[in-house]
């Protein structure tokens, strides 16, 4: 298994800064890709953080009402191994289809 | 076979061998490691090669194992990820930069091509750049724009560098391994659709690292392939035997130079051939095998050697990867394109 940090993203219009209100999931936890992870509240708004990808959250960091830094760790997830390239799929081994069929008449000149 | 596998399997313990079962990623992982571990003066960096491991995790835990000062992230700037290996190289390291993608080397072109490429020759020998660039390589992963192309061509045609592809785990772990120690700028390319499937690495016997090898033998025609397209043709190969046609497959890994030894005793065995590579068909580098074994099986030669390649197109991302890369159908068809030709 892989861990695979997820740091509080950008969050847009400069702010530099999230307070979390409540968390959504807890550690343990197996998420889909898009499911709200937490709470947060900028100086702009309140907002639902979904998850990037799907995995199960091993660590989560900042108690409601603590502030978190963009940049900083706000949730690790454990995903195997064989899923834990970050960008595409990983291609399935299926078994070999085909259509074509070879004849040849091999004279062995 | 080597003699310590042979005494494995007398023992029937785990223990007498060093063969282990890891996927490619952790082959280069753990290549990395013990590269970093005996080279003091290896360096490892590039686009999150540091904190987080690479987006596919090929650095995964190097930088705290070794520290950040030699394992590290970069800006996005694969122009200055490349002009930082030139000077660490001058000022005497073992440069591993990582392009993260296939599709990113292109704003590094010029320190590729007038600085690695040529530093040694410009310099009478004095600056080598014992550099080896790892690219992740090839499509296959529905990944977007730029991060499944395959520039091997584009690297083969300048003088000065050396490009690789391993297909397997066993491979990847010896050639980045082989390519590190190398005094030249090696351009290393992973082929990213195939990091994940394990295989067995005997990681005391490497067996020969240069040139071409042979992973499936056959009587009547030669696929020639390499990074990823070699388990396609290996595929491939299985199911011609169905038909009663014995196909040999050749993975080529070193693409410059092409083992045209190996070329010309495979087909000169065969007398039929055909390559097959994800790149677009024009100027590919099939032309160059293909030139190569007209060379020396002109006389013997059952059919001109057929290329079963992409399209002359922009690489296409998404679903549109299956009617690009070439499929066993196509290879299968090339094959057949050869078995049926007759001379005029």
Redesign the interface.
């Known amino acids: 298994m892989?861990e695979i940090?997820f740091p509080l993203p950008d969050l847009g219009e400069g702010l530099i800064e999230a307070t979390v209100l409540d968390w959504l999931v807890s550690p343990g936890d197996q998420v889909e890709r898009n499911q709200p992870l937490v709470e947060l509240e900028t100086s702009k708004s309140a907002l639902e953080l979904p998850s990037p990808q799907a995995g199960k959250v091993i660590r989560i960091h900042g108690s409601p009402g603590e502030t978190i830094n963009v940049g900083e760790p706000l949730v690790v997830f454990e995903v195997p191994?064989?899923t834990?390239?970050?960008?595409?799929?990983?291609?399935k081994?299926d078994a070999?289809?085909?259509?074509?069929?070879?004849?040849?008449v091999?004279d062995e000149d | 076979m080597s003699e310590s596998n042979t005494a494995t399997l007398e023992a029937g313990s785990a223990t007498e061998t060093q063969s282990v079962k890891l996927?490619m990623?952790?082959a280069l992982n753990r290549a990395l490691d013990e590269i970093l571990s005996t080279d003091p003066k290896t360096v490892v960096f590039g686009e999150d090669c540091g904190q987080?491991g690479g987006?596919?995790?090929i650095t995964?835990g190097l930088q705290a194992k070794h520290g950040e000062s030699r394992v590290f992230d970069t800006p996005l700037a694969e122009s200055g990820i490349l002009g930082m290996s030139v000077g660490l190289a001058m000022a005497g390291f073992h440069p591993m930069p990582e392009v993260q993608?296939d599709g990113f080397a292109y704003p590094a072109i010029n320190q590729i091509v007038c600085q690695i490429a040529r530093m040694n020759y410009r310099s009478r020998g004095t600056l080598p750049m014992p550099i080896t660039l790892r690219v992740p390589s090839f499509g296959?992963?529905?990944?977007p724009e730029h991060?499944g192309e395959s520039l091997e061509a584009l690297f083969a045609h300048v003088p000065g560098l050396k490009v690789v592809s391993p297909s397997d785990p066993h491979d990847a772990y010896h050639l980045l391994k082989y390519a590190a120690s190398r005094p030249d700028p090696v351009i290393f390319m992973e082929p990213?659709?195939r990091?994940?499937?394990k295989g067995d690495v005997d990681t005391a016997d490497g067996g020969t690292l240069t040139g071409a090898r042979i992973v499936r033998p056959g009587r009547?025609l030669t696929l020639v392939a390499w990074g990823a397209m070699v388990a396609r043709c290996l595929?491939?190969a299985?199911?011609?035997a169905e038909?009663?046609?014995d196909v040999e497959v050749l993975d080529l890994r070193w693409l410059k130079p092409i083992d045209a030894e190996a070329l010309a005793t495979s087909v000169g065995k065969t007398r039929r051939a055909v390559v097959v590579h994800e790149a677009p068909l024009t100027s590919g580098l099939g032309a160059e095998v293909a030139q190569l074994i007209t060379q020396s099986c002109f006389d013997t030669l059952k059919a001109p050697v057929e290329r079963v390649t992409g399209f002359d197109v922009p690489y296409p991302s998404g679903d549109l990867e299956d009617e690009y890369i070439p499929n066993?159908?196509r290879i299968?068809?090339g094959?057949?394109r050869v078995?049926?030709y007759r001379r005029g």
């Open positions: 892989a940090s191994d064989n834990a390239g970050i960008v595409g799929t990983v291609p081994d070999p289809k085909r259509r074509v069929r070879l004849s040849a091999l | 996927s990623q952790q987080l987006v596919f995790r995964d993608f296959g992963i529905r990944a991060h990213k659709s990091y994940w499937q009547h595929q491939v299985e199911l011609a038909d009663g046609i066993i159908d299968l068809l094959i057949q078995l049926e």
